[in-house]
């Protein structure tokens, strides 16, 4: 069978195993050459680095790319969990369980520790009853984990209440300009406000009470290693998105997850503890980065800007970052946050000089200059990369005989 994606509204719906396999391959790459480049750098000590780290939400997007870095990057054993599809007899599976796959691969080859679930639901107390299973068993403590979860929805592990998570405005109403990433149309999207019930519903689902936890359960059993870190990942982004964003129901769930980081570093945090830290990233396309409104257009337009300014960066490369220049410097040397103590790798999309030059493009910008100032294309071949389209390499006319 040939796969071609399936796209409807901003999503797609299929996925090609091979291209999801070459994707992880050719990200592990990148990462082993950056590797080599931190090894012969003056910044890094091999003392400071992962040794076991504990990736929640490890399949796509941010997950997968810390983990990429913490096992190819500095050699550290890792156990994952995340939440994908199996393939079906005429289905293929959803993308990150061919990323799981082939990540345990590569892993092996270089004689590295991986466990990877790709079906245990993170938010049940089953995943973390693995996970602790699996340090005792392998008679280790983690010393990072990291929380980089993205869901729609929550099952209480103790009532069995489902929660829905929703992307609204609080207050008002929302309207932007959006575009069809695939067709190139524009269009006016609006949002109604959220209820108090939908605010709630999200913070649960988003907020930081299944990270606490995690942690909570780990600390339980002696299984942090001395000054472990744990991370959550966030995003602040333009003042001009937060009454879709920040200040809407995912950024209150957001906060929630700051107030997290504090409470987890007060339990826990004395003595040689924990370190407890949110991780403001930059946007990047991942799989449901296409279905909020306005973001498309300006991620497409950031995309440009930076890339003209040779200050581009994917996921990958904001987590090789992270781990290089904020997490693992030299031994001694503390982790560099903002005044709120939020880590930000995101301080180049930031910068005023680009957010000024959005700005000024997203004033003007139609279908008759999109491609002079927004890299839609850009956009796009990472959106149908993180499906397995796309990507360099891969032969998209072979027959797939198997969907496992
Ligand atoms: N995408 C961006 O531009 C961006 C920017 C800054 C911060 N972030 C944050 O980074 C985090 C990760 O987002 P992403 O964009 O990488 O998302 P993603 O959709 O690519 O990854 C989400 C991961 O969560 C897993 N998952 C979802 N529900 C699960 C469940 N019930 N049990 C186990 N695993 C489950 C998925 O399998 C996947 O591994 C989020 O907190 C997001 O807000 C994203």
Same mark, same amino acid.
């Given at each position: ?156 592990? $103790?009532? !069995? ?5 929703? #992307? ?6 929302? &309207?932007?300009?959006? =575009?069809? %990433? ?88 004395? $003595?040689? !503890? ?5 991780? #403001? ?6 799989? &449901?980065?296409?279905? =909020?409104? %306005? ?110």
């Amino acid at each position: 069978m040939i796969i071609k994606p399936m796209i409807r509204n901003n999503i797609c719906l299929n996925a090609h195993p091979e291209g999801c396999r070459k994707e992880v391959r050719l990200q592990a790459a990148r990462v082993m050459n950056f590797r080599e480049r931190l090894s012969k750098s003056s910044i890094n000590d091999s003392s400071a680095k992962p040794n076991h780290a504990l990736i929640i939400g490890c399949s796509t997007g941010y997950g997968l790319a810390s983990r990429l870095v913490a096992a190819f990057g500095y050699g550290a054993e890792t156990v994952g969990f995340s939440y994908e599809k199996e393939p079906s007899a005429t289905k293929p599976a959803t993308p990150g369980w061919y990323a799981n796959k082939e990540f345990d691969r590569l892993a092996q080859e270089k004689g590295l520790f991986a466990a990877s679930f790709s079906q245990i639901d993170a938010f049940s107390h089953t995943a973390k009853q693995k996970a602790i299973e699996i340090a005792l068993e392998n008679k280790f403590k983690y010393d990072l984990v990291i929380y980089s979860l993205a869901s729609s929805v929550r099952v209480d592990p $103790d009532t !069995g209440v489902l929660y829905r998570s929703v #992307i609204k405005p609080i207050g008002r109403q929302y &309207a932007g300009r959006t =575009i069809d %990433i695939f067709t190139e149309k524009f269009s006016e999207a609006s949002v109604q406000p959220a209820t108090e019930e939908e605010i709630t519903q999200t913070i649960k689902v988003m907020g930081g009470e299944d990270w606490q936890l995690w942690i909570d359960a780990l600390k339980k059993k002696d299984l942090l290693a001395p000054e472990a870190l744990t991370l959550a990942y966030s995003y602040i982004g333009p003042p001009f998105s937060w009454p879709i964003y920040r200040d809407g129901t995912i950024g209150q769930a957001k906060l929630h997850l700051e107030e997290t980081a504090k409470l987890l570093e007060k339990n826990y945090g004395k $003595d040689n !503890g924990l370190r407890s830290f949110v991780s #403001i990233n930059k946007a990047v396309v991942t799989r &449901a980065s296409a279905v =909020i409104p %306005i973001i498309p257009l300006y991620i497409s337009t950031l995309f440009k800007v930076m890339k003209e300014r040779n200050i581009h960066e994917d996921c990958l490369d904001q987590m090789m970052r992270l781990f290089s220049e904020r997490l693992y410097q030299k031994r001694g040397t503390g982790i560099p946050t903002d005044e709120e103590g939020r880590i930000r790798i995101d301080d180049l999309e930031m910068g005023p000089s680009v957010q000024n030059e959005i700005s000024s493009r997203l004033a003007r910008i139609d279908e008759s200059n999109l491609h002079e100032l927004a890299d839609v294309k850009g956009f796009r071949s990472d959106f149908l990369r993180a499906h397995g389209f796309d990507v360099p390499g891969v032969d998209y006319e072979r027959d797939i005989v198997s969907f496992e």
